[in-house]
């Protein structure tokens, strides 16, 4: 059973525009850790953002803001202001025991100027 | 931020030869690290976990005979595609762990192309 869902493949916005990317996970875990990750072209894999299950604050970080809601097992990831340069493919991952991480699908994210 | 490296980047081979690819933590002591494998336009889909010292932990469905994993010491974890063949052609993505801390930090990727 796939333990994190991302809906959404592809998502293509105009630069300036917000992006909201959805992440859906299940797990039985009481302690677990939820992240995003961003993937360019390039290849790797850059750690964005990490939230464990008894922080249900939601933050801002720069562009970057998240949506973490234990009631709906969501995490969903915001970037505010779109740039070229957030084009990417995100990652959502959940960490449940020993520190494995299980991935969603991903979304491509293209931002065009 | 911890960085985390792998050599190669690329390597082309002949089938029925074996890789080696190493992941380097270069400025934290990774007491653990794990290799993933990825296939174009696909996710990341882990193969092994690795703790120092001991014997690699592998998922199911990875032959352990054909992927050799050693993770010798806190800063330095190969793996080594043993006999490649084109199916094994893929991106093999490394991270480590530090001890105490939940974030995996990934290296760049090394991407195998077996003829």
Redesign the interface.
């Known amino acids: 059973a796939q333990k994190v869902t991302q809906a959404q493949t592809e998502i293509s916005v105009v630069e300036k525009e917000d992006v909201t990317l959805d992440c859906v996970y299940e797990t039985r875990d009481t302690t677990y850790y939820l992240f995003w990750y961003k993937q360019p072209p390039s290849g790797e894999l850059v750690f964005l953002i990490r939230r464990n299950s008894f922080d249900e604050q939601n933050e801002i970080s720069g562009r970057y803001s998240w949506n973490f809601q234990k009631s709906t097992s969501s995490f969903n990831f915001t970037i505010t202001a779109s740039q070229v340069v957030d084009s990417a493919v995100y990652f959502c991952a959940l960490s449940e025991a020993w520190y494995k991480l299980s991935f969603g699908a991903g979304t491509t994210v293209t931002v065009r100027a | ?1 911890a960085v985390v490296s792998q050599h190669p980047s690329w390597v082309i081979c002949k089938s029925g030869t074996s890789v080696k690819i190493e992941c380097r933590s270069l400025d934290f002591q990774a007491t ?1 690290m ?1 290799w993933y494998r990825q296939f174009p336009k ?5 193969m092994a ?1 690795s703790n120092e010292g001991s014997k690699a932990t592998y998922e199911q469905g990875v032959e352990k005979d054909k992927f050799l994993i050693n993770h010798a010491s806190l800063t330095l974890s190969t793996l080594t595609v043993t006999s490649a063949h084109p199916e094994d052609s893929s ?1 093999y ?1 490394c ?1 480590a ?1 530090e001890l105490g801390r ?8 090394t ?1 195998l192309l077996v003829l």
């Open positions: 931020g653990t794990f696909q996710s990341l889909m882990l976990t991106f993505i991270s762990r939940e974030t995996q930090y990934f290296g760049p990727g991407r």
